[in-house]
């Protein structure tokens, strides 16, 4: 099992930054794949970044490349989403998720709000 824990979401204006945590626990940290996604109102849950196990492949949506950059801190059991440039469009709940080696996204943090006013 795997624990997920996000903080850092809030408000902000738009052009304006913001860091998204998310702390891991329950299981080896090093061995899982690492993402983030978020969910609009009314909207499908879609992918935003991924992470590997060791950090060295990074993975986005095309809308975020050049201004979203995850990170990981395999001491620490950690992933960050540093979000820089938002847009109104970039508002929702962001969750953090966990893949373990050959399975899928089964591993979900409780999501944080992230709101990009005009």
């Known amino acids: 099992q795997v624990q997920l824990v996000e903080s850092g979401g809030g408000l902000v204006q738009a052009g304006g930054s913001l860091r998204l945590s998310c702390a891991a626990s329950?299981?080896?940290?090093?061995?899982?794949?690492m993402g983030w996604f978020r969910q609009a109102s009314g909207k499908e849950r879609e992918f935003v970044a991924a992470?590997?196990?060791?950090?060295?492949?990074?993975y986005y949506r095309d809308s975020v490349k050049g201004r979203f950059t995850i990170s990981r801190d395999n001491a620490k059991n950690t992933v960050d989403l540093q979000m820089n440039s938002l847009k109104p469009e970039d508002t929702a709940v962001y969750y953090c998720?966990?893949?373990?080696?050959?399975?899928?996204?089964?591993?979900w943090g409780q999501g944080t709000q992230v709101t990009v006013s005009s």
């Open positions: 329950g299981r080896t940290f090093s061995s899982l794949a």
């Open positions: 998720a966990a893949e373990p080696p050959g399975g899928s996204w089964g591993y």
């Open positions: 992470i590997s196990w060791s950090g060295g492949g990074t």
